[in-house]
């Protein structure tokens, strides 16, 4: 298996993974999780820390994790990391919860995703980065993105990747259907998808009934909040506002019109979808480019990126779907070492530029994305187009405020039973968004939280 499609599969595994109910938990202090802030170390501290003999442990799945660690352990030689992927998607989480739970086997760095974060701020299980001077680093990385680390109250992890959602479009089936460019607005991609489906028979794209996220990152692009979180007991919970209906009954309208079709992904159906021109498009975010590389190689040549459809073309954004960071478990105990390896790895031009140019994850610091090195590059696969600098310019439109509950793998099991279901038997989608609503807050009052 080529490195492209064994990253894009690592991708694909964690994306797949959103459908375990989350277990019971207790509420936390209102300080936001982690440990007490303390002043920031001193420099022999660090100094003594870093040439001490030292083993870490550090739980990821990315591929091929090991050459970034190498080049840590080279530059601090006493440092000596084990690498263990204990597997992806919330397998990761549960073996991870279980080992904080019982004191024994945490790892001293952990990979989590933006949108677990709170999760494991709930149990105090976060180390507080911002005593190691983790805060002077907020203004290299995109600012959405660092929001999705910290906070009044801390800095929770160092970002890894991410994932700003674009439109990858195949050219030739668009313009078999008389369209010479992705459609720039949702009125024109309703339109767009009446013409693929009549010229084509193929759908635009595939809103994927087993993908809460996806809609989720749709719902962020268009400026609804369904979900806050003040850090202690309080959380919002909006899924069901006539805003949220909004964006769900446009989609219904087109999937039961069979414009859209949602098939579930990550199958051999669906696989096969994409390889075959069923799909013209993917509503994706930007590890998206990988992974048609690594898995519709016969497709070279046909594909374009493009920014999402706006609701609004005088004023593009976006919304998320995805990326990842790398967290220092409070159970820690070497936290200096454990920060500094979280950091290094993620914030110096080596490893960052490593993981952007031969794992693929996309970046999350502005020196590299600016960077013409990387931004510039054609890309072959897409017909010589600067993928990186489109999806560049994409992540500067993400609206930095969006949040997520302490609770999401609840979040996403439940809406697989209600919306999902209801995507997959093309039926009432807004319908079900009542019910999902219900069902998220009877959850967090049982949980001891007070919803507003």
Same mark, same amino acid.
């Given at each position: !298996? &080529?490195?492209?499609?064994?990253? %894009? ?12 109910? %989350? ?5 936390? /202090? ?31 799945? @990315?591929?091929?994790?090991? &050459? ?7 530059? $601090?030689? #006493?440092?000596? @990391?084990?690498?263990? &992927? ?82 990858? $479009? ?9 369209? /010479? ?35 989720? %990152? ?57 390889? &075959? ?36 073309? #005088? ?38 530029? !490593? ?19 990387? %931004? ?33 793998? $609840?979040?996403?099991?439940? $809406? ?13 989608? @807004?319908?079900?968004? /009542? ?15 007070? @919803?507003?």
């Amino acid at each position: !298996m &080529n490195k492209a499609r064994r990253t %894009a599969m690592a991708l694909a595994g964690t994306a797949a993974a959103f459908s375990l109910i %989350a277990t019971g938990c207790s509420s936390g /202090d209102g300080d936001g999780g982690g440990a007490e802030s303390a002043e920031p170390i001193a420099s022999d501290a660090f100094d003594e820390a870093m040439s001490t003999p030292t083993e870490l442990t550090f739980w990821t799945w @990315v591929p091929d994790i090991e &050459n970034e660690i190498a080049l840590f352990e080279e530059a $601090y030689p #006493a440092m000596d @990391v084990t690498v263990e &992927n204990v597997g992806q998607g919330l397998e990761h989480y549960q073996k991870l919860r279980s080992a904080l739970e019982s004191g024994e086997g945490a790892p001293d760095v952990a990979q989590i995703e933006y949108m677990y974060i709170p999760t494991f701020n709930l149990t105090n299980s976060l180390l507080d980065l911002s005593q190691f001077g983790a805060r002077d680093l907020g203004g290299d990385y995109v600012e959405w993105v660092w929001n999705q680390v910290a906070n009044d109250a801390g800095v929770w992890a160092i970002p890894q990747d991410t994932g700003p959602m674009g439109n990858l $479009y195949r050219e030739d089936i668009l313009a078999e259907a008389g369209l /010479d460019a992705a459609p720039e607005t949702y009125d024109e991609y309703a339109e767009a998808a009446q013409l693929v489906k009549d010229e084509t028979g193929s759908y635009i794209s595939n809103l994927a009934a087993n993908e809460p996220v996806q809609l989720i %990152a749709l719902l962020w692009q268009a400026g609804i909040d369904p979900f806050g979180y003040d850090g202690a007991e309080t959380v919002s919970i909006d899924v069901s506002s006539a805003e949220v209906k909004e964006i769900v009954q446009y989609w219904q309208d087109l999937v039961q019109a069979d414009l859209v079709s949602t098939d579930a992904g990550w199958t051999d159906n669906w696989f096969q979808n994409i390889a &075959n021109g069923n799909y013209a498009g993917w509503l994706v975010p930007a590890w998206g480019p990988i992974f048609l590389q690594g898995t519709a190689e016969g497709t070279a040549g046909k594909w374009r990126a493009a920014p999402l459809p706006q609701w609004d073309a #005088a004023n593009p954004v976006s919304g998320n779907w995805g990326g990842s960071s790398n967290a220092v478990l409070a159970t820690s105990e070497n936290p200096i070492a454990a920060y500094e390896l979280a950091r290094w790895i993620n914030y110096e031009p080596e490893p960052t530029t !490593m993981f952007a140019t031969e794992q693929f994850l996309y970046p999350a610091l502005t020196s590299l994305l600016e960077d013409p090195e990387y %931004a510039d590059q054609p890309v072959e696969f897409f017909g010589g187009q600067e993928v990186n600098a489109e999806f560049a310019e994409i992540s500067a439109t993400v609206d930095p405020t969006f949040e997520w509950l302490p609770f999401m793998e $609840y979040v996403l099991s439940s $809406y697989n039973e209600t919306v999902g279901a209801a995507w997959e038997k093309k039926g009432d989608a @807004v319908g079900a968004l /009542d019910v999902w609503q219900q069902e998220l807050v009877d959850y967090a009052t049982e949980q001891g939280f007070t @919803v507003e």
